[in-house]
């Protein structure tokens, strides 16, 4: 569903075609698309403005698709799923573009594009976050390691140099995005999984959530 943000009406009518539960949204930089992640396997394309279907379900991964990001440029959306792969698809064909990443032990929970477009970022039931090379699908660097947990979100700060993630070890943490090198101690105070991170657009707060509700 969209809603109006300042009045809380919703707008327009539900938007449907999935056959399962949606699982993860990511809006368009420029909010002409929506993007929509669901346990029915696929990715699906929407006309934000009236709620359309565009061309047809994304499939590829096996098994639920649990979150769906949009690159800068809106021309790729990134996807992971319970299939332990990042996949990546082109917004105006919904062809998949090159091989799925691969590297991660279990499901994708959580992924992010950087600012430039230039990294992905995915956190997985691994405990791990890893950052990729959007063009080739390389990873970047080692696996970022820390949380005692499954890593549930992933996000990159608006000047890109900073990581942020949740885990259901009930802390928050934050990384170099350059260097992978943890940045302080780890943000304690949830008590349940930490589901939800996002930075605020002037990277100087960041909000959580978590299943403590």
């Known amino acids: 569903r969209v809603w109006n943000a300042r009045t809380g009406e919703s707008v327009a009518a539900p938007f449907e075609g999935h056959s399962e539960g949606v699982n993860c949204i990511a809006v368009s930089p420029e909010g002409r698309m929506i993007a929509s992640a669901s346990s029915d396997g696929t990715v699906r394309l929407w006309d934000a403005e009236t709620g359309s279907a565009i061309g047809e379900p994304l499939r590829g991964h096996k098994g639920f698709v649990l979150s769906v990001a949009f690159s800068p440029t809106e021309q790729r959306i990134d996807s992971g799923g319970i299939d332990g792969t990042v996949r990546l698809w082109d917004t105006e064909t919904g062809k998949a573009v090159g091989k799925p990443f691969t590297g991660q032990k279990d499901e994708v929970n959580s992924v992010a594009y950087s600012p430039d477009g230039r990294r992905i970022i995915s956190g997985s039931d691994d405990r791990t976050i890893r950052i990729w090379d ?62 939800a991170v996002v930075f605020s657009p002037d990277g100087r707060h960041i909000a959580s959530g978590s299943d403590d509700k």
Do not use: K, N
């Not at 259901?168 to 304690?188: E, F, K, Q, Y």
């Open 134 to 195: 959007a063009r080739t699908g390389a990873p970047v660097g080692e696996p970022l390691r820390g949380h005692e947990g499954r890593v549930y979100s992933v996000a990159f700060s608006p000047d890109g140099r900073c990581i942020a993630s949740g885990s259901d070890d009930r802390t928050v943490r934050m990384w170099d995005a350059l260097t992978g090198a943890p940045i302080g101690d780890p943000l304690v105070g949830h008590e349940g999984s930490v589901t």
